[in-house]
């Protein structure tokens, strides 16, 4: 039997009724009974089976933090505010689950990082068209679906959701001033605004702030027909001349001034806005910032309520938002947003794109704030995590100016499950987040309390998939997102539309060879490239990470793979385990695939300089073994995934799609030349500098 005790004004906050239903739920699956008595006051010196939370706030200590201490048996729970109840709760519980109640260990916790936020797509107005925007369009009508996600990214330590979507204005609110702008029924928008209604106020009880994120300047033909304009200015193009036709319009300057006016009128429990300087907007970057204050400044001045918000910016435009609009906004919580590692975090841990760029020049970083927006659109489909990775790239965020992170893709949303092939025996869970369980819950627990042990997920893993599958399962799943951080160090684009790792694809098609010829490594970060150690030899590495540092790094990696899959009997397996057996499989697949292709394109760039044939055979002959592991995984992403039109990449994802190209590449490398020959850089191969940006 095991008494809970909780103060009756504590118990009444939505955080600790999560954090002990949760509790309760785990003790009684282990056979206890379970008994929670409210009291005014808690008895000190018991020492029976039992727990007590209170809440007891401590002004030198985060709201977000707690204890934990014991006496004999009685353990107690002191949270220095509601999250920070919740967050103990949620400690204890799982080290009920994975070890029993003798192994709660006393503690003081409190949060690494302020800001530990997800980027969410909102499937209408997306930035970009793919079918996994419209296939999710249900899904987010549900409330089900909100509560479900609200609830496990509370148990992940995230207390940030960023919303993104062009407009949202129309689909959120209905504007006294221009009760015509929306392409939206007055039905629709009644439906949508009680739904967010819910979903913000079930956000604020879990100690979840939530932020609408736009694009600034997009409207739809039926905002354009609702103040009286024409529906050509709705175009999305990037067309300086339509562009400036909408930016420089004062009708819609003053519609967005209303547009975020009425948001928080009708919105209570939203915590705050952001937007971008850049997107659509054209002319000098004062001329860019200029439309923002106008706008957005403008309508939260005009509140009068300084509600938080998040400047998106890059490159160097962070001293203008800060100049423009940051210094002129009387509001206690104000961000300026930075892409930490452009489109693809499963990289370098410390990225240097702040330094490349500039970001901050001579600014006084006083008065404001930095998020760091994370992206990962490197891989969405296939199960990954790494926590020894999060920990460090976590770790290299905790600087003087920053608050924390929101992560999330530009290209995908881990809403609805849709990417597995429907009805099968794998699809044990219900939404995309589910399945990707493992990838969520070390970003949110790491930027928490990055101490936490590798340890831990091991044990998660043994505990979902018994003693011998488990840690072969996780040791597979780390290894595949290494081979993919070691890929990226060495073959670099920027953004999500030149280079999706998963996939091989960007906006021209699938990378060749000869892409990879011309590639060149992720700046700043201590890699020798791959043409200039063809060029210079690896005496020229001064330290640096070389090719066949990294070729050697992936195949230790595979190794790892190979022993995992091996340790684990696949006739046994069924349901969700198997599912993720065969993405451990495929990460093998792709990896070997992916040390042949980069160890050809070294062999090639060799040849090319040198004349020497045996390096061009064998890059040849690296290629052909990579069509058989190509093939390899093929078969197996078509035994249980379904292909889908990929936003922003604009090509089908699908790797058997992409096997005659696999196949030109020995073709193509055929026809590699060395430099000064007459042929050399003729038709297809062109192997002209590429900076990757």
């Known amino acids: 039997m095991m008494q809970l005790y909780c103060r009756g004004r504590d118990e009444n906050h939505s955080a600790v009724r999560f954090g002990l239903n949760r509790l309760e739920h785990t003790l009684r699956a282990r056979g206890v009974q379970v008994f929670e008595q409210s009291i005014s006051m808690l008895v000190p010196g018991l020492t029976c089976p039992g727990l007590s939370v209170q809440i007891r706030p401590d002004p030198d200590r985060s709201a977000e933090g707690f204890s934990i201490s014991r006496q004999g048996d009685f353990v107690s729970v002191t949270g220095f505010g509601p999250v920070g109840a919740m967050y103990g709760l949620l400690d204890v519980e799982e080290t009920v689950r994975l070890y029993g109640w003798a192994h709660i260990a006393p503690t003081i916790q409190e949060p690494f990082l302020k800001k530990r936020g997800v980027k969410f797509n909102l499937p209408f107005q997306p930035y970009a068209d793919g079918e996994i925007f419209e296939k999710n369009r249900e899904t987010i009508k549900s409330l089900d679906f909100w509560k479900e996600y609200l609830e496990f990214l509370a148990a992940n330590r995230y207390n940030c959701l960023?919303?993104?979507?062009?407009?949202?204005?129309?689909?959120?609110?209905?504007?006294?001033?221009?009760?015509?702008?929306?392409?939206?029924?007055?039905?629709?928008?009644?439906?949508?605004?009680?739904?967010?209604?819910?979903?913000?106020?079930?956000?604020?009880?879990?100690?979840?702030?939530?932020?609408?994120?736009?694009?600034?300047?997009?409207?739809?033909?039926?905002?354009?027909?609702?103040?009286?304009?024409?529906?050509?200015?709705?175009?999305?193009?990037?067309?300086?001349?339509?562009?400036?036709?909408?930016?420089?319009?004062?009708?819609?300057?003053?519609?967005?001034?209303?547009?975020?006016?009425?948001?928080?009128?009708?919105?209570?429990?939203?915590?705050?806005?952001?937007?971008?300087?850049?997107?659509?907007?054209?002319?000098?970057?004062?001329?860019?910032?200029?439309?923002?204050?106008?706008?957005?400044?403008?309508?939260?001045?005009?509140?009068?309520?300084?509600?938080?918000?998040i400047h998106r910016t890059n490159m160097s435009n962070g001293v203008i938002a800060q100049d423009m609009f940051l210094s002129r906004y009387n509001a206690s919580e104000k961000y300026i947003s930075w892409k930490y590692s452009n489109a693809h975090m499963y990289s370098h841990p410390l990225p240097q794109f702040e330094s490349i760029f500039h970001a901050w020049g001579d600014m006084d970083m006083d008065g404001f704030r930095v998020l760091y927006t994370v992206r990962n659109d490197d891989?969405?489909?296939?199960?990954?995590?790494?926590?020894?990775?999060?920990?460090?790239?976590?770790?290299?965020?905790?600087?003087?100016?920053?608050?924390?992170?929101?992560?999330?893709?530009?290209?995908?949303?881990?809403?609805?499950?849709?990417?597995?092939v429907p009805n099968h025996p794998h699809v044990e869970w219900n939404y995309a987040f589910q399945k990707h369980w493992m990838q969520h819950e070390m970003i949110g627990r790491l930027a928490y309390n990055p101490e936490l042990p590798t340890s831990l997920w091991n044990d998660r893993f043994t505990a979902l998939y018994g003693e011998n599958d488990g840690p072969a399962l996780f040791r597979g799943l780390c290894a595949g997102v290494r081979i993919l951080c070691a890929v990226n160090r060495l073959y670099w684009l920027n953004?999500?539309?030149?280079?999706?790792?998963?996939?091989?694809?960007?906006?021209?098609?699938?990378?060749?060879?000869?892409?990879?010829?011309?590639?060149?490594?992720?700046?700043?970060?201590?890699?020798?490239?791959?043409?200039?150690?063809?060029?210079?030899?690896?005496?020229?590495?001064?330290?640096?990470?070389?090719?066949?540092?990294?070729?050697?790094?992936?195949?230790?990696?595979?190794?790892?793979?190979?022993?995992?899959?091996?340790?684990?009997?696949?006739?046994?397996?069924?349901?969700?385990?198997?599912?993720?057996?065969?993405?451990?499989?495929?990460?093998?697949?792709?990896?070997?695939?992916?040390?042949?292709?980069?160890?050809?394109?070294?062999?090639?760039?060799?040849?090319?300089?040198?004349?020497?044939?045996?390096?061009?055979?064998?890059?040849?002959?690296?290629?052909?073994?990579?069509?058989?592991?190509?093939?390899?995984?093929?078969?197996i992403g078509s035994q249980h995934y379904l292909p889908y039109y990929m936003a922003r990449v604009e090509q089908t994802f699908g790797w058997g799609y992409y096997l005659r190209e696999v196949e030109r590449d020995v073709t193509r490398a055929e026809k590699v030349s060395p430099i000064g020959a007459e042929n050399h850089g003729i038709g297809e191969y062109n192997p002209g500098e590429w900076s990757g940006f």
Not at 243 to 254: A, K, P, T
Not at 387 to 413: H, L, N, Q, S, T
């Open 162 to 309: 960023s919303l993104w979507s062009e407009n949202p204005f129309e689909y959120m609110v209905d504007i006294p001033k221009y009760p015509d702008a929306s392409d939206i029924s007055a039905e629709e928008r009644r439906k949508y605004r009680r739904l967010f209604t819910d979903v913000f106020s079930i956000a604020r009880g879990l100690g979840i702030d939530v932020y609408i994120i736009t694009w600034n300047l997009r409207i739809s033909p039926g905002i354009a027909r609702g103040l009286g304009l024409p529906e050509e200015l709705s175009r999305y193009n990037h067309h300086s001349r339509s562009i400036g036709l909408r930016q420089h319009n004062e009708i819609i300057r003053d519609y967005f001034r209303e547009a975020v006016k009425t948001l928080f009128q009708t919105y209570p429990d939203l915590t705050g806005i952001g937007t971008s300087n850049s997107e659509e907007l054209t002319g000098t970057p004062r001329e860019r910032e200029q439309w923002v204050a106008d706008t957005y400044l403008e309508g939260l001045r005009e509140l009068g309520c300084p509600v938080p918000f």
């Open 379 to 420: 891989f969405h489909n296939l199960r990954g995590c790494d926590p020894d990775f999060i920990r460090e790239y976590i770790r290299g965020m905790k600087k003087p100016y920053v608050d924390g992170f929101y992560w999330g893709a530009d290209g995908y949303v881990w809403a609805g499950e849709h990417q597995h």
């Open 495 to 635: 953004y999500d539309f030149h280079w999706h790792p998963e996939s091989l694809l960007g906006r021209e098609g699938f990378k060749t060879i000869y892409d990879f010829m011309a590639g060149v490594p992720m700046p700043q970060v201590n890699v020798m490239g791959m043409r200039e150690y063809a060029e210079r030899g690896e005496a020229a590495a001064d330290g640096r990470e070389t090719p066949p540092q990294i070729l050697e790094h992936i195949q230790k990696q595979l190794d790892i793979l190979s022993c995992s899959i091996g340790q684990i009997d696949e006739q046994e397996l069924a349901g969700e385990e198997e599912c993720v057996f065969w993405d451990v499989k495929a990460w093998y697949a792709l990896g070997n695939y992916y040390l042949r292709k980069l160890h050809a394109a070294i062999e090639l760039l060799i040849y090319e300089r040198s004349g020497d044939g045996e390096r061009k055979e064998h890059g040849i002959s690296l290629l052909r073994e990579a069509v058989l592991f190509w093939k390899e995984l093929s078969l």
